[in-house]
């Protein structure tokens, strides 16, 4: 039975020809998405280890740093396998005056809480600081950006002053210890050695991966960096009294990986356990002296394994169409094809074939068909990807195929190969044998299919069209009520209208094409007549194919119409986007530029020499915070109007009454109000609008709408 199967495929090749192009043409799309998603994630993985080694973080705080054996850890962990290297650093934390280490300068009467990090002397570490070669014994080192930094000249003594106390002993014995150092020289941290010291190596690798620059904004600091057996020697002598200083130090052992054998790009989620295996023999080691592990890499995996995901199913249902459109075109071909072959399937029964049986060749053939198509739709999708994605060469086009993928793939053209023809394999043998045999039938002898479907498709098509021609959306009926049954019937509502942003052009165009094409036999009599008129007689000729071979019509015009619409959607779309975008960055950005700053005291002078810049035409200043009010916390920005309204960016529509500025003018008590607060409110121009900073309240009237 099957060995026939696998020869009709071979003889008959023209008639599985159609079928293999919209099969392979799918598979080629669905094979090219998954590779390139997991080359994305290849090169995103590439460049963020490029940038960083660090893949394992252990912390230990403590008041006894003797506790931590931080020594004894770093050799333990040293020698595990797949550890490539191992550092360390202690870290005292500013937490505010009289709570961190306090150091005092020559000149400055009070005392300053530093975050003071140390470093072993010979420790890789140091190359990441810029403008000294090694930390010198003795020496303290202040961070350029650090506050108060300018206090602090190179060759000045400085002291460091922290409580100490006697473990177990009287509570009220608090006696202060100090220790003299010499100022260095003034230092730069590069953003890796500086997320490392100040404990924000979060912050880095998420900048690393969104391309941003989070860690060049530095958030306000009091930075010194000194050598470990400087800092060492002051804690131990303290130790050596028999006292403990009451602020927390954090030890931390910094560790990196055997990457080469640990990471696989193409296959993170068994990068992702190895990793895990080894973070959790170095966790065995360090949880004995309290530390705390981080498994930064495999973070790092699972963000990027999380981020190829997303791509996948984003693409997947962008490209839905386009398996549909290979579904509906397999399915009309394989009717087409069935009903060339009826007298073969009548000659299977006249020879004793139960259905079954029949429809088992049919599938198993078409099953063929399938694989044969993922193959080449695998092999064509590795040579198009690359094509499509910018900084991947030809050379890296079969890179991409790993098992997982190339599994998927022939899943997928396998499963639509026997979608496509199911059905019309179970309608072709349900037919009685005479029938069968018989030389020719059209399609209009046959039996229409139910038009409930096609008019249900088409319903809900129009539905979302309504939809976007309106303007409305679901959230904005979402039920202020609890009770269950309503929560179940929105969210049922809320998941299908998410459905049919991606499909309803396609049920639209579907559910028209059928209902009108195969349903309405008086639509062919018109299209004739109005033929007749533009080409005469011969229109008769075309109308006569049309009524035989109802299906493919149908096919044909739905194909046309969905290529249409889909091309308008797309290039609508990328407009869309591309215009929000633009909009969205400027409305961010506030102005065509805009200096940030973090400080506001000198907010004026820059604004000065801003406006001294050639090409500057006018700037202003404009302070951001926060503040309660009545809808909860807002954004409030403080502005000069005569000079704001100038410059800041705003579409037409946006103010309500242009006199609001006047008015903002003549009165500090006025303000602009956001619509959308308004709206919630019921706050209209000449309302007062109350705001809470700290303990207290002011009040201000609406002078005009904003949004």
């Known amino acids: 039975m099957y060995s026939y199967a696998l020869k009709r495929l071979i003889r008959g090749k023209g008639i599985f020809l159609a079928l293999f192009l919209s099969v392979a043409l799918a598979a080629t799309l669905f094979s090219g998405i998954l ?8 090169s995103m993985l590439d460049m963020v280890l490029e940038a960083t080694d660090v893949d394992l973080v252990f912390s230990a705080e403590d008041r006894d740093l003797t506790r931590t054996s931080l020594t004894e850890v770093e050799a333990a962990i040293g020698n595990l396998e797949n550890v490539a290297w191992v550092e360390h650093l202690i870290r005292s934390v500013e937490q505010g005056v009289g709570l961190g280490i306090e150091v005092n300068v020559t000149g400055v009467e009070s005392a300053m809480p530093f975050t003071v990090v140390a470093l072993a002397s010979d420790s890789p570490l140091v190359a990441g600081i810029e403008g000294i070669d090694s930390l010198e014994l003795g020496m303290i080192y202040v961070e350029s950006g650090s506050m108060n930094s300018s206090l602090f000249h190179e060759g000045d003594p400085v002291m460091f002053r922290v409580p100490t106390y006697i ?47 989070q860690t060049i904004r530095r958030p306000t600091h009091q930075l010194i960096i000194m050598s470990e057996e400087t800092f060492l ?24 990986l055997d990457r080469d054998s640990l990471l696989n790009p193409w296959n993170l989620a068994n990068s992702r356990r190895d990793v895990r295996l080894v973070a959790q023999r170095v966790n065995s080691i360090g949880a004995q002296f309290g530390f705390t592990p981080v498994d930064y890499l495999g973070q790092l995996l699972e963000s990027i394994e999380t981020v190829s995901a997303n791509m996948k199913s984003n693409t997947l249902l962008v490209a839905a169409p386009i398996f549909f459109t290979a579904w509906y075109l397999g399915v009309t071909v394989s009717e087409i094809s069935l009903n060339q072959r009826r007298r073969e399937i009548g000659l299977f029964f006249t020879r004793g074939f139960a259905h079954r049986q029949v429809i ?30 910018s900084g991947m060469k030809l050379s890296q086009a079969f890179s991409a195929i790993s098992p997982v993928t190339a599994g998927v793939s022939f899943a997928f053209s396998g499963a639509l190969a026997l979608m496509v023809m199911y059905k019309p394999a ?39 069209v309504a939809m976007l021609l309106l303007g409305v959306t679901v959230e904005q009926f979402r039920p202020a009520t609890g009770n269950f049954i309503i929560f179940l019937a929105y969210s049922t509502w809320w998941g299908v209208d998410f459905i049919l942003t991606y499909i309803a052009p396609i049920l639209l165009f579907w559910g028209f094409t059928k209902l009108f094409v195969q349903h309405f036999s008086w639509l062919p009599g018109i299209l004739e007549r109005i033929n007749r008129v533009l080409v005469g007689d011969i229109a008769q000729f075309s109308a006569l194919s049309a009524r035989r071979n109802v299906r493919r019509t149908a096919a044909s015009t739905f194909m046309a119409a969905l290529i249409l619409a889909y091309g308008v959607s797309v290039i609508g779309g990328v407009a869309s986007t591309d215009d929000f975008t633009q909009r969205y960055v400027m409305h961010t950005i506030g102005a065509d530029a805009s200096v940030w700053l973090f400080d506001g005291g000198s907010a004026e002078e820059i604004r000065v020499m801003v406006e001294g810049v050639e090409g500057v035409e006018a700037a202003t200043v404009e302070i951001w915070f926060q503040a309660q009010s009545a809808v909860g916390v807002i954004s409030v920005r403080m502005i000069d109007p005569s000079s704001w309204r100038n410059i800041a960016y705003m579409e037409e529509g946006w103010i309500q009454d242009e006199e609001a500025f006047s ?10 109000l956001e619509k959308g607060a308004a709206q919630y409110t019921g706050a209209e121009i000449g309302f007062p609008w109350l705001i809470q900073l700290g303990d207290k309240i002011h009040t201000f009237t609406v002078a005009g709408l904003y949004g």
């Open 426 to 464: 179970q309608r072709a043998v349900s037919q009685e044998i005479i029938d069968a045999l018989r030389e020719y039938q059209s399609e209009e002898e046959t039996a229409a299919d139910a038009w409930h479907t096609p008019a249900l498709a088409m319903i809900l098509g129009l539905y979302r």
């Open 167 to 213: 473990p177990e002993g009287d509570i009220l014995d608090i006696q202060k210890r100090y220790a003299k150092f010499t100022i260095g020289s003034e230092v730069n941290l590069d953003d890796r050695l500086f997320s490392i010291a100040y404990g924000r190596y979060s912050d880095f690798l998420v900048s690393l991966l969104t391309g941003t620059t």
């Open 360 to 389: 088992y060749i049919l599938l198993f053939e078409v099953l063929l068909v399938g694989i044969l198509a993922g193959a080449v739709g695998l092999i064509l999708g590795s040579i198009i990807f690359p094509l499509a994605i």
């Open 233 to 256: 020697g002051w804690i131990n002598w303290i130790y050596g009294e028999g006292r403990r200083h009451t602020r927390v130090l954090v030890a931390e052992t910094i560790i990196g």
């Open 35 to 42: 590779q390139g998603a997991d080359a994305v994630s290849a």
């Open 663 to 672: 008015l903002m003018d003549e009165a500090s008590t006025y303000a602009l």
